[in-house]
């Protein structure tokens, strides 16, 4: 268990409403990432953070935004939700600096947007 | 980072090894080959990974080729609950950005 976990775990909302979605993590650990999963695509980093204030783009960031204001916290923010957004996020946190990429996974959120 | 190749499916009996291939032959010197696994609905996990000596841990064994242009994941004696999605991940030394492509369904069947 790596301390980390995912809030809320299920979410329905409606169209063009803001959500956020927040992980938390125990150990301090420097690197936190945002992934989604959606059929036929496996998971894609949305947003990755390397440390408080210190954020950068995945994959997919559009229509996210991210921010981390203490080393334990990683917010997810869609700005104006619309219904390609329904997934399920992943958060991840990555222990060691430089040459290892161990990342541990958080439960999951699933976010259904009508 | 090098892009992999991976079967989308492979079958395995339960108590036999499992044995997933992974074709990386774009890989550079300095790329590692790292495996994670996906159990339905949960989060990915880590498994194992290696530059260019084979690898292993207590969940699996890992073999790269001489050339490093392909690997396999061994699970030495599946299980039922090894049955899951197997991906097959190049990353740079310093790179901090997995990139997860369709992967392996290994199903284990008694």
């Known amino acids: 268990d790596a301390g980390i976990t995912q809030s809320p775990r299920h979410k329905v909302t409606e169209t063009g409403t803001p959500v956020t979605l927040r992980c938390h993590q125990t150990e301090n650990h420097r690197y936190m990432y945002w992934y989604r999963q959606d059929p036929g695509h496996g998971l894609r980093l949305i947003h990755y953070?390397?440390?408080?204030?210190?954020?950068d783009k995945g994959e997919v960031s559009d229509g996210y935004s991210v921010s981390r204001s203490k080393t334990e916290d990683f917010l997810l923010t869609l700005e104006s939700a619309t219904s390609s957004q329904t997934s399920v996020y992943f958060c991840?946190?990555?222990?060691?600096?430089?040459?290892?990429?161990?990342?541990?996974f958080g439960p999951g959120t699933r976010l259904t947007v009508l | 980072d090098a892009k992999t190749t991976q079967p989308p499916s492979m079958d395995c009996a339960e108590g036999r090894a499992a044995n997933l291939p992974c074709n990386h032959s774009t890989i550079s010197g300095n790329e590692y080959v790292y495996w994670y696994r996906q159990i339905h609905s949960q989060g990915p996990q880590y498994i194992i990974h290696?530059?260019?000596n084979n690898e292993t841990n207590e969940m699996a064994s890992l073999i790269i080729t001489e050339d490093r242009k392909s690997s396999t994941l061994i699970l030495p004696h599946a299980t039922l609950r090894d049955t899951a999605v197997y991906y097959c991940?190049?990353?740079?030394?310093?790179?901090?950005?997995?990139?997860f492509g369709a992967g392996t369904i290994l199903r284990v069947k008694s």
């Open positions: 290696g530059l260019k």
């Open positions: 991840a946190i990555r222990p060691a600096a430089g040459g290892y990429n161990e990342q541990f």
């Open positions: 991940i190049v990353i740079s030394e310093y790179g901090n950005k997995l990139v």
């Open positions: 953070s390397y440390g408080v204030k210190d954020t």
